[in-house]
């Protein structure tokens, strides 16, 4: 089945300052793969997905890019903010199946 | 509109006690999933129906571990002689269909403690 290895486990970096977050797959055939923030007690909200057939996404401060030959894909969170300070989860989905597999989670803290 | 609801928000057990655990998806979505959340980790998945039928429920880690969804929408997750491994957040998702790239939204989770 799909492995998917995050890190760092744990980022600290100062107000302003970008943060990335980066995360490898094993299935070739992932096509999907959504990054997710929650919010201590909160639930798992969606920031942003990309599909296999584009490299890079971006939504103001926050952009994903995909590297499908060396099967990798990375978060990118520019002028970082304190309220950004949560665990981030990527996720890989492969088009045989519906079920994402879940990297360990990325606790960011930024540093008014 | 309303999102994805779970009830009780905290469950506490007894060693060998039945629970059950309850997800209302959003309204029209006929994807529903169960993730379990052990602390420091990612969800971990254990089952998902499509309609009212389970399509994969390979997650369920053993048979004391069931889930129904009678009518397609309301889903219960059944845990029997409850261990002190169990202990986890129990996370639903729904989403409209079934299929690569549609988006799962989640609820926010019952916080089950076995004691």
């Known amino acids: 089945g799909e492995n998917v290895e995050q890190h760092p486990s744990t980022l600290s970096v100062q107000e302003g300052d970008s943060a990335v977050i980066k995360c490898t797959y094993s299935?070739?055939?992932?096509?999907?793969f959504p990054w997710y923030k929650q919010e201590l007690g909160k639930r798992p909200q969606l920031i942003i997905d990309?599909?296999?057939?584009?490299g890079e996404k971006k939504d103001q401060r926050i952009a994903v890019t995909l590297n499908k030959t060396a099967k990798h894909f990375s978060l990118h969170i520019t002028e970082t903010q304190p309220e950004d300070s949560a665990v981030y989860f990527c996720?890989?989905?492969?088009?045989?199946?519906?079920?994402?597999?879940f990297g360990r989670g990325t606790s960011l803290i930024v540093h008014p | 509109g309303a999102g994805v609801s779970q009830t009780p928000s905290n469950k506490v057990t007894e060693k060998g006690k039945y629970v059950e655990l309850r997800c209302d998806p959003i309204?029209?979505?006929?994807?529903l999933y169960w993730y379990r959340q052990s602390l420091g980790q990612g969800p971990e998945f254990l089952i998902y129906?499509?309609?009212?039928?389970?399509?994969?429920d390979s997650g369920l880690p053993n048979d004391r571990f069931f889930a129904v969804r009678p009518e397609g929408s309301v889903s219960t997750l059944k845990i029997q002689r409850t261990e002190r491994g169990d202990s986890a957040v129990y996370l639903c998702?729904?989403?409209?269909?079934?299929?690569?790239?549609?988006?799962?939204?989640f609820g926010p989770g019952t916080r089950l403690t076995v004691l």
């Open positions: 309204s029209g979505h006929t994807a």
């Open positions: 996720a890989s989905r492969s088009g045989g199946s519906y079920i994402p597999t």
């Open positions: 129906f499509q309609g009212t039928g389970a399509a994969d």
């Open positions: 990309i599909r296999s057939n584009v």
């Open positions: 299935d070739s055939a992932s096509n999907y």
């Open positions: 998702a729904s989403s409209l269909n079934v299929g690569a790239g549609d988006t799962q939204y």
